[in-house]
C-alpha cells in the first residue's frame, strides 16, 4: 500500500473550516484514500473514504486532487470536540485484503 | 449495538504471568481485528480473522502472543509469558464486508496493559 505524509500537528479555531491535508504521490490506480481518527484514550473512528471522486458524508468532506497525489479532509465546522489525532490511510481493495496500516497522523487542536 | 466489548478494560500484571484479553465484536460483523498502540510505535494490526478464521497474523511479534476466534462473537489474544514491552493499549475491532472497498472498522474501548 501507498506511502502517505501528513503534518504532525495542526490548529483550527473553533467554528472553522479545519482542512487536513494528505500526501500520497505514489497512489496507484486501485488504491483508495480512508481518513479515521482518534479522540484521546478512545479507540479510532472511521471517518470517510474514497477513490477519485469528491466524497462528503455527515461528518466530512473528502476532496481528492485529479492526479490522485494528494487529498485533504475537510470539517466543515469544526468543534472543541473535533480535536484528535487524524489518520490519512491508502490502501488496495481487493479480496480478503480488509489490512489498514495506521501512520503517525496529524494532531488536530481546536482551540475556544 | 452495544458496540464492540472488551474486557478487562485495565489490567496490570508481572512479569512473567499470563495474560488474557477478550473480545466481543458487533454481532453480523465478520471481520475482526486486534491492534497494539503505544507511543513508540503508534498503532499496529497484530492479527486479523474473517468467519473466525485467521487471515493475517503477520504482525504478531512473537511466538508468546497468540490470538483465538471459536466463534463468531467471541476472540481472545493471549501473552504468555508476558514482559514489560508488552505495556501498551490493546484495540479490538469488527467490520463487516460490504464491498471491497469498504473498510469502516469499528474500534472497542480498549485494553490498558501493564507489566510491571
Known amino acids: 500500500d501507498a506511502k502517505t505524509t501528513q503534518p504532525p500537528s495542526m490548529d483550527c479555531a473553533e467554528g472553522r473550516a479545519a482542512n487536513l491535508p494528505c500526501n500520497h504521490s505514489?497512489?496507484?490506480?486501485?488504491?483508495?484514500v480512508y481518513w479515521y481518527r482518534q479522540i484521546h484514550s478512545q479507540g479510532p473512528q472511521y471517518i470517510i473514504h474514497?477513490?477519485?471522486n469528491n466524497e462528503t458524508n455527515e461528518m466530512a468532506s473528502l476532496i481528492i486532487t485529479e492526479d490522485r497525489k494528494s487529498s485533504t479532509l475537510i470539517l466543515p465546522h469544526a468543534t472543541l470536540r473535533d480535536t484528535a489525532v487524524y489518520y490519512c490511510?491508502?490502501?488496495?481493495?481487493?479480496?480478503?485484503?480488509?489490512?489498514?496500516?495506521f501512520g503517525k497522523g496529524t494532531l488536530l487542536t481546536v482551540n475556544p | 449495538d452495544a458496540g464492540v466489548i472488551q474486557s478487562p478494560r485495565h489490567e496490570v500484571t508481572e512479569m512473567g504471568q499470563e495474560v488474557t484479553l477478550r473480545c466481543k465484536p458487533i454481532?453480523?460483523?465478520?471481520?475482526l481485528f486486534w491492534y497494539r498502540q503505544t507511543m513508540m510505535r503508534g498503532l499496529e494490526l497484530l492479527i486479523y480473522?474473517?468467519?473466525?478464521?485467521?487471515?493475517?497474523d503477520s504482525g504478531m511479534p512473537e511466538d508468546r502472543f497468540s490470538a483465538k476466534m471459536p466463534n463468531a462473537s467471541f476472540s481472545t489474544l493471549k501473552i504468555q509469558p508476558s514482559e514489560p514491552r508488552d505495556s501498551a493499549v490493546y484495540f479490538c475491532?469488527?467490520?463487516?464486508?460490504?464491498?471491497?472497498?469498504?473498510?469502516?472498522?469499528?474500534f472497542g474501548p480498549g485494553t490498558r496493559l501493564t507489566v510491571l
Open positions: 454481532s453480523g460483523h465478520d471481520y
Open positions: 490511510i491508502v490502501r488496495v481493495a481487493r479480496g480478503s485484503n480488509y489490512k489498514l496500516t
Open positions: 474514497g477513490l477519485k
Open positions: 475491532a469488527s467490520s463487516y464486508r460490504r464491498d471491497p472497498s469498504y473498510n469502516e472498522q469499528f
Open positions: 505514489t497512489i496507484s490506480g486501485n488504491e483508495y
Open positions: 480473522f474473517n468467519n473466525n478464521v485467521p487471515i493475517d
